[in-house]
């Protein structure tokens, strides 16, 4: 949640962890399973001493099939403060709870050179600067691509650079400056070739073929690289 809330509520998370809370607006969470659901999971089922790093945004955990997330498509506000925290069953059945930690969102920056999340192009079409885009070699229209957005990957990495592909070429299409992606989104639309993308059709990559693409889409629509996120 902000940190304001935060402050507001004492220094104190929320007595409950129902979303949406009452005593506050911003407060969320997402749930980390052990089990792999589909080939390409990533599961958070933790040994003694083991780590996981955990990317807190809503393109994350929307197409992260060991997580779950309420609010999986709000996505953080820029020049925001956040606080967090983590909790865990230990090998005894504990519930064990971290410290809260505080961190910012990067500053925001005017409309139409900034970039958007997948997220928020999911939830504003009325907003898209187009009503078709080529990925790969096929053409989709709008309602299409709205399929595609609302599909989540399920372990399937073409769905997964997919999802961050749209964003990326809705976002260079508003106006963002695209230098930052261009020879990736070209590296994307190669990868992804001939195959047409669930639900539309049955296309499958194996997570670990599309990480770094997805990695560099993503740290673009969500504004560490580029011209930098709008203010959603």
């Known amino acids: 949640m902000t940190l304001a809330d935060y402050v507001a509520l004492g220094n104190q998370w929320p007595g409950t962890s129902e979303v949406p809370n009452a005593q506050a607006p911003s407060f969320c969470k997402a749930n980390f399973s052990g089990i792999v659901r589909s080939s390409g999971c990533i599961p958070y089922n933790l040994h003694p001493a083991q780590n996981v790093t955990v990317v807190i945004g809503d393109d994350s955990l929307y197409d992260n099939c060991a997580a779950s997330s309420p609010c999986s498509g709000a996505p953080l506000l820029c020049n925001t403060a956040y606080v967090f925290r983590a909790s865990a069953l230990d090998a005894t059945g504990h519930l064990r709870i971290s410290d809260t930690i505080t961190c910012a969102t990067l500053p925001c920056v005017g409309p139409g050179s900034c970039t958007y999340s997948q997220g928020y192009w999911r939830n504003h079409p009325d907003a898209w600067p187009v009503t078709s885009l080529t990925l790969g070699t096929a053409t989709y229209q ?7 957005l609302d599909d989540p990957a399920r372990g399937n990495g073409l769905v997964i650079l997919v999802h961050q592909l749209i964003a990326a070429k809705l976002n260079v299409a508003n106006g963002a400056d695209p230098s930052a992606i261009q020879q990736t989104m070209t590296d994307a639309d190669n990868m992804i070739g001939a195959l047409v993308v669930p639900p539309i059709g049955n296309g499958y ?3 670990g073929q599309t990480g ?5 889409l993503t740290q673009y629509n969500e504004g560490t690289i580029g011209p ?3 203010n959603d």
């Open 142 to 148: 709008a309602a299409e691509l709205m399929a595609i």
């Open 205 to 207: 990559l194996a997570p």
């Open 212 to 216: 770094e693409l997805v990695e560099t």
């Open 228 to 230: 930098g996120h709008c």
